[in-house]
């Protein structure tokens, strides 16, 4: 996909001061045996603006999803800030995050997974609206029905269960469900990973549509950097746990300055041999993020190159 295509398809951001979602210096590690220590997220600090996409990409491992757990308070951060429409939800306990979870919600990668077989799909969408305590009854009903509608499923579909519908019909059920309580975040994990690649564009293009029509904000986390070149406003760049690059989306496609980003973007598959790059291609394995008692990774630092565009010194 080219650039110019990417630039039609995406929504225009338009100029906020006060963005949605603050993350300052994140940090998440797990205790392993031996007093070692896997440090999954280092030092990230990034910002999500109101209606805008913001991509988060690298290769398995390097703490996307950790990261985006992280933001939704599905784990505890070790350290770090962050912020969702100004309030500090760090340390917030699972009672007082209750009043935040309505502005935040998330899609995961497997849509079959992510539903109950023993329950209708209308339960499934419907189940946050009980919880919160939004709607019943027939007013609950209405609320699944216009929600099925939304994302381009049938009224009459509600009273189904997920083994009768197919993975992309599965993922819009979830989409649906993600919408019922109007959130302002959307973290997208891996949602279309899953996915055939005709249907993966019928997704990403609901997706799109539903943020204009919603002003929704989407953390768009995902390996698939054709995807991400469609949907996304910026991109951050993640490798072991930490942003080593971040910037707008054409800086981050047309001029990538960290050497990951650029190999990165060398192992796409392209099949003009006129476009492909001739740096040589990363074969060795990652390195581990588990690191010894007393011993820890070496601090990455964000260098502006260009408005907007940052790259971590090599």
């Not at 998330?106 to 709607?135: C, N, Y």
């Not at 819009?172 to 996915?195: G, K, M, N």
């Not at 990652?286 to 008692?293: D, E, K, N, V």
Request: proline share 6%; charged share 25%.
């Amino acid at each position: 996909m080219t650039a110019q295509a990417a630039d039609a398809g995406a929504a225009v951001v338009p100029a906020v001061e006060d963005p949605l979602v603050t993350v300052e210096q994140l940090c998440k590690v797990f205790p392993v045996s031996g007093g070692a220590k896997i440090h999954a997220v280092e030092y990230v600090s990034l910002q999500v603006d109101r209606g805008e996409t913001l991509a988060v990409v690298g290769e398995s491992g390097c703490g996307k999803s950790t990261l985006a757990h992280l933001i939704i308070r599905l784990l505890d951060p070790t350290s770090g800030r962050i912020d969702l429409d100004g309030a500090d939800i760090t340390e917030l306990s699972p009672r007082a995050m209750r009043q935040h979870r309505q502005k935040m919600q998330i899609v995961f990668q497997d849509p079959f997974a992510s539903l109950d077989p023993r329950r209708t799909v209308g339960r499934a969408v419907g189940e946050p609206l009980r919880v919160h305590k939004v709607a019943s009854g027939d007013e609950l009903k209405r609320r699944v029905g216009d929600l099925f509608e939304r994302v381009g499923l049938e009224r009459s579909q509600t009273g189904q269960f997920p083994h009768q519908f197919s993975g992309g019909q599965r993922q819009r059920i979830c989409i649906a469900r993600a919408l019922a309580l109007e959130p302002e975040l959307v973290i997208a994990d891996e949602a279309v990973s899953a996915l055939d690649v005709s249907i993966q564009a019928q997704v990403i293009n609901l997706m799109m549509d539903l943020q204009t029509e919603m002003g929704l904000s989407y953390l768009f986390i995902s390996h698939d950097l054709a995807v991400v070149e469609r949907i996304s406003h910026r991109v951050a760049v993640m490798y072991l746990g930490q942003i080593v690059e971040l910037g707008p989306r054409a800086a981050i496609f047309e001029n990538p300055q960290h050497s990951y980003t650029q190999r990165l973007l060398d192992a796409v598959p392209i099949a003009d041999p006129r476009r492909r790059r001739e740096r040589a291609l990363l074969t060795s394995e990652i390195p581990s993020p588990r690191w010894a008692a007393g011993e820890s990774p070496e601090r990455v630092n964000l260098v502006e190159v260009e408005p907007g565009h940052f790259v971590g010194a090599e």
